[in-house]
């Protein structure tokens, strides 16, 4: 008999010390809280291998990456080892081999590598590469071949990389630098699961935008930019993450100010985009997370403290809240993982 498999929710509060760990119930969407790690130094970004057998925890105050060893039968972790770093990291991604970690920093501006042995160990710096203020973040390609590095303002634009996977270095592509359009601010990004598109949300400009991936020579093209805004809308806002629904059907952008999800349907030929709706949720919707099966989103609110669980309509995109919980003082990310 095959064992069943269960979802797992990894949230991070920075403003605790801690992460918490929630078994996610298929059926209904609730959450049951199994297990609470203390992490010191203000835990932040979450990556795992595509083995999902380790959990990487960036500690931005601390200026430290954890690496924990995944317990399968219950989502548990344990610590395996940290390293010490010169700056703090904003985002981390896990090549394609599970052999490296990728790191953006934002106030340092650069982005980094570093080596990952079979057993989960973080080990020493491969390369490290100078770019610009505000360094986002930092995710191969499908291919592991190329990776992009999206800058917010003052410097608008998005570093393109070579990525070798035999020894983790980036080299740059030719141009380097793609310049965004005027005031947009390029924050995170996400691939398509099956085109040649990327996807980036627009910290400063809200907005979204639309890049054709040039996969023979690992370069981006714009082809759209749509706002994540209502009509007319004239308080402050900043976009934050984006997630793509893993059918590649549905595209998620979260607003700061605004305080909702910005939804957008995704044309199965062309990659466009074309507006859904603009789901209300929690204060300040920093980080946000998918179930791997496409059923279930999970906001948390920055100010609010909560999360937020929404159904998504397989067949429309669209948001139904199910559930709100109160976790702790600023959850910083989201990761659903199913083991």
Partial sequence: MTAQRQT???????????????????????????????????????????????LFVGRRGDRCINSYMINRADGSLTLINSIALD???????????????????????????????????????????????????????PTNRFVFVPHTLDANTIYQFFFNAETGVLTPNQPLRLAAAPGQGPRHYVYHPHLPRLYVSNENGSSVSAYDLHEPWGTLAALQTLSTLPPRWSDGNTCAQIHIHPSGDFLYVSNRGHDSIACFAVDPHTGLLSEIALCPTERTPRVFGIS?????????????????????????????????????????WVLALTL
């Fill in 292 to 332: 791997p099966n496409g059923a279930y989103m999970l906001v948390a609110g920055q100010d609010s403290g909560r999360v937020a669980v929404y159904s998504i309509d397989a067949d429309t995109g669209d948001l139904d809240l199910l559930h709100t919980y109160l976790i702790g003082e600023r959850p910083l």
């Fill in 8 to 54: 797992y929710v990894y949230i991070t509060l920075s403003g605790e010390d801690r992460l918490c760990i929630f078994a996610l119930n298929p059926l209904t969407g609730a959450l049951g809280q199994r297990r609470v790690v203390n992490i010191p130094g203000g835990p932040a970004p979450l990556a795992v291998d595509p083995q999902q057998r380790t």
């Fill in 87 to 141: 700056a703090d990291p904003c985002y981390l991604a896990v090549d394609r081999s599970g052999r490296f970690l990728l790191s953006a920093y934002y106030r340092a501006g650069k982005v980094a590598v570093h080596q990952v042995d079979e057993y989960g160990v973080l080990g020493g710096l491969v390369c490290s590469v100078n770019t610009a203020p505000h360094a986002h973040s930092i995710l191969p390609d």
